[in-house]
């Protein structure tokens, strides 16, 4: 289906196809999903996963940004909506953040970009481009009143560096498991975030970090000693931890406490609640 947008979006194009439940059951209950395109002025395009829970007209979109590579590769496979990264911890918890209030909308990296989802483009011009495109869709076309922005682990490159470019555009951004210390290799990616100062961001913003994060480049130390005036949330405990330190199931993807970790947003988004500490029984 073509939308016709207004003459505001004119450099915009969206197409939406209806799909059935997403490929990760569980990820999606409850949930109706959509996949969107939106056709950037540079002349490539950019896949969404628009989430809404049944029966719900939220006015909220909360765009995920999901750790490393980022791209999802979002696409509908005979009419059933897939997307790889599919154990990432905003992608496997987004019912989470689906509310009467709040909708969900997964970022893929724009097609051109697939390959290359790095550092020079997330911290770039294009990238801040490219995403007001998005947030003007989900304005124009979504019911979209307000809108934050949520990165977790390397997505939290593209979360402060968005949420410093669009400026008056959103509401406010949350980083999860945030990027604080790259590895030196020349190569290694992460690199913008070594000096990072998040207190330059005029919107509204918040940390979301697991005090036991086995990984080294998103340290729960560093963000505690580089946040400055912006919040903190600490998740505490966590279930059937496995994997690579930096990997989505251990306590560096909120293994086990997926539920609180993002309710916990939820609360700062509609109510700018921000408790010190949260945990609770494993989800």
């Known amino acids: 289906m073509r939308v016709r947008l207004p003459a505001a979006c004119a450099a915009l194009f969206l197409a939406a196809t209806s799909v059935g439940r997403a490929q ?29 829970r049944d029966g719900t007209t939220p006015t909220t979109a909360v765009l995920l940004f999901a750790g490393y590579p980022g791209v999802l590769r979002i696409r509908s496979d ?3 909506l ?47 481009a490219d995403i007001a495109a998005v947030v003007e869709a989900v304005r124009a076309n979504f019911g979209a009143r307000q809108v ?20 008056g555009k959103i509401h406010g951004a949350v980083h999860t498991a945030t990027f604080t210390d790259p590895r030196r290799q020349r190569n290694a990616h992460g690199q913008p975030m070594r000096d ?3 207190s330059k ?12 994060d086995p990984c080294e480049v998103t340290r729960y130390d560093s963000v505690v000693a ?5 919040p903190l949330i600490t998740v505490e405990g966590a279930a059937n931890v496995r994997g690579e330190p930096c990997l989505a199931f251990t306590q560096h993807g909120f293994v086990g406490r997926e539920r609180v970790a993002m309710e916990s947003i939820h ?9 010190a500490v949260v945990g609770g029984p494993a989800q």
């Open 267 to 275: 609360g700062w988004i509609t109510e700018r609640r921000t408790p």
């Open 148 to 167: 934050y922005l949520v990165g977790t682990s390397y997505g939290t490159v593209s979360s402060s560096f968005l949420a410093r470019g669009l400026g």
């Open 24 to 52: 990760a059951p569980q990820a999606a209950e409850g949930l109706t999903e959509t996949l969107h395109t939106v056709r950037l002025a540079r002349g490539t395009e950019l896949n969404l996963q628009v989430s809404r």
């Open 78 to 80: 005979n009419g059933v």
């Open 82 to 128: 897939r997307h790889d990264l599919a154990g990432n911890f905003l992608v496997r918890a987004r019912r989470f953040l689906n509310t009467a209030q709040t909708f969900t909308v997964l970022v893929d990296c724009p097609v051109d970009r697939h390959e290359h989802c790095d550092d020079d483009y997330r911290s770039s011009a294009d990238h801040i």
């Open 226 to 230: 580089r946040r400055k005036d912006v």
């Open 196 to 198: 990072f100062d998040w």
């Open 201 to 212: 961001t005029a919107v509204p913003q918040l940390f979301v970090h697991h005090r036991e």
